[in-house]
């Protein structure tokens, strides 16, 4: 099974609509990270979390919000989707005694 | 955050050694350099990190030259599964930095 599972995989919606992806890991991390992907572009980071009581805005968070219902769980919400929201956006985890971020496998979201 | 230059793009024969250069004269004393790959369109995957010292792991190896300006990531035997875009990203130590800032990287492509 995978440990940073994202879901849904692929959604179309239209614009002004309230969309949430989701993310859960089983790797027992305490940071989260949402990330999104434009075509050609490396990944900017959106909102990051450290612990379930902390929520801290990345470079890019306008037009975002999110939630970390639980340790293993951090959502993201387009409370109103807008077109130049199309993206692939993706999920992270880490260990503050490690580097390393692991990555879901993405949802693609296009807005209408 | 110190910046990089890769190439655009690169091509490499299955079963040859796949050297991906990275320029980062801008780096700081305490960043170590991180290299991640993407596989198209899937999450982005940790491959290996270095501060100084030559690094080498069961992915690949890590050559940092001894100013620490540019880096050589060494995959020795390219399969086809090894094309991805390979991102290096320079990076501060310790947990609290937790920043990936992804630029374009480069696009590896494994012939047959």
């Known amino acids: 099974d995978a440990d940073v599972t994202q879901t849904p995989r692929n959604r179309i919606t239209k614009t002004g609509k309230r969309i949430m992806l989701e993310c859960s890991q089983t790797?027992?991390?305490?940071?989260m990270y949402w990330y999104r992907q434009d075509p050609g572009l490396g990944l900017r980071l959106i909102y990051y979390s450290f612990d379930v009581k902390d929520i801290n805005k990345g470079e890019i968070s306008d037009g975002y919000s999110v939630s970390r219902q639980a340790q293993a769980k951090f959502s993201l919400s387009l409370e109103s989707a807008i077109p130049n929201q199309t993206a692939l956006y993706f999920c992270a985890t880490s260990d503050p005694g490690r580097n390393e971020q692991f990555f879901g496998p993405g949802t693609r979201l296009t807005v209408l | 955050d110190a910046k990089t230059t890769q190439p655009t793009s690169m091509d490499c024969a299955e079963g040859r050694a796949a050297n991906l250069p990275c320029n980062h004269s801008?780096?700081?004393?305490?960043?170590?350099v991180y290299w991640y790959r993407q596989i198209h369109s899937q999450g982005p995957q940790y491959i290996i990190h270095g501060l100084k010292n030559n690094e080498t792991n069961e992915m690949a190896s890590l050559i940092i030259t001894e100013d620490r300006k540019s880096s050589t990531l060494i995959l020795p035997h390219a399969t086809l599964r090894d094309t991805a875009v390979y991102y290096c990203i320079p990076r501060g130590g310790g947990g609290s930095n937790y920043k990936l800032t992804f630029g374009k990287g480069t696009l590896l492509t494994v012939n047959p």
């Open positions: 801008t780096i700081s004393g305490n960043e170590y």
């Open positions: 790797k027992g991390h305490d940071r």
